[in-house]
């Protein structure tokens, strides 16, 4: 496993890091032994970052994390995890001192933890990056022993330029994968001249880019990919990275043609995020084991040719930006 500089942290990170949502909830069931196996896996895969959220099963997630880590021992990976969306109603007046920081006492105990890491705001309202004062509120905490360093998760790569404008965000959550390409037009290069963290969220679009999924697939009830296809629960582009269904199925096939002998289409996609040396860190969600294991072995895999990138450039500016690179 290959280990990246995570910005102005003095940290640095697996590029393969372990995403932490489908072992909290919003997935479907994922039982607590698969969900713990799944950890095992991605640790001993040489996986040295964890992204998890204070919402991902309510705790649940934050939780199996400590349990993992009390299992094994020795050296604790990088644990980054996120606040805000406990919020009801999601608004910017709640990003008080108060609430940020109950927030980030109740994220210390679930982690068994005395200071956090990194925690980053959970895709904030649109008005929190134009509030100096919460920006503020971070550095207290961070002040206070805490939270070590802090940053955030962005829906549209317009609240990735802002956030970055404040001088102690560290670093930036965003979706980049084959579907979104919008990033590395301008945003990456910002965070390379600041030397500010990339977390690559989303990477394989929901489950898409495996490449394993039909016009048939099923999602169960409590699926996202089952309720949030148009964004009835949440932003739209955190299911299917916002492209229609019908239309990234067909694009995948486009896709599959271009995948190395001896690699799978996952691996493949997780590579193609890797060629962009402004992302820190990937963070694949896993079921399993197997798939942790699988998410792992991307790291090995050689550096797509120049063809094959501007191959997946084209098919990008021909099927998929008309859908996603002007909303996101």
Not at 74 to 100: F, M
Not at 102 to 122: G, I, K
């Amino acid at each position: 496993m290959k280990q990246r500089t995570f910005g102005r942290t003095g940290s640095t990170v697996s590029e393969i890091g372990f995403g932490a949502w489908a072992i909290g909830g919003a997935w479907g069931d994922v039982s607590k032994d698969d969900a713990k196996a799944a950890l095992h896996a991605a640790l001993d895969s040489g996986v040295t970052f964890i992204d998890t959220a204070d919402v991902y099963g309510d705790g649940r997630s934050e939780q199996l994390i400590a349990e993992v880590l009390k299992e094994r021992g020795g050296d604790k990976p990088y644990v980054a995890t996120k606040l805000g969306r406990r919020l009801s109603p999601h608004v910017a007046e709640g990003y008080s001192k108060q609430n940020l920081t109950s927030f980030v006492e109740r994220s210390l105990a679930n982690l068994q933890t005395d200071c956090l890491d990194l925690v980053q705001l959970h895709c904030p309202p649109p008005a929190v990056y134009y509030q100096q004062e919460v920006f503020g509120y971070m550095d207290d905490l961070m002040k206070a022993g805490k939270i070590r360093h802090y940053g955030v998760s962005v829906e549209k790569v317009e609240e990735a330029l802002k956030a970055i404008e404040y001088p102690n965000v560290q670093s930036i959550q965003i979706i980049y994968n084959i579907f979104r390409q919008r990033p590395a037009s301008l945003f990456f290069a910002e965070a390379k001249k600041r030397q500010v963290g990339v977390i690559a969220r989303v990477p394989l679009s929901s489950g898409l880019l495996t490449g394993k999924m039909t016009a048939n697939t099923a999602f169960a009830a409590d699926d996202h990919r089952a309720f949030n296809r148009n964004g009835e629960a949440f932003d739209k582009g955190e299911t299917f990275s916002g492209v229609p269904y019908d239309v990234a199925l067909e694009v995948v096939e486009e896709i599959r043609k271009l995948v190395p002998a001896g690699a799978t289409m996952a691996e493949f996609a997780l590579r193609w995020i890797l060629m962009e040396d402004a992302v820190s860190t990937v963070i694949p969600g896993a079921r399993n084991a197997a798939q942790a294991q699988a998410n792992s072995r991307a790291s090995a895999l050689p550096a797509l040719s120049a063809d094959t990138m501007d191959a997946l450039r084209e098919l990008y500016r021909n099927r998929i930006a008309q859908y996603v690179h002007h909303s996101w």
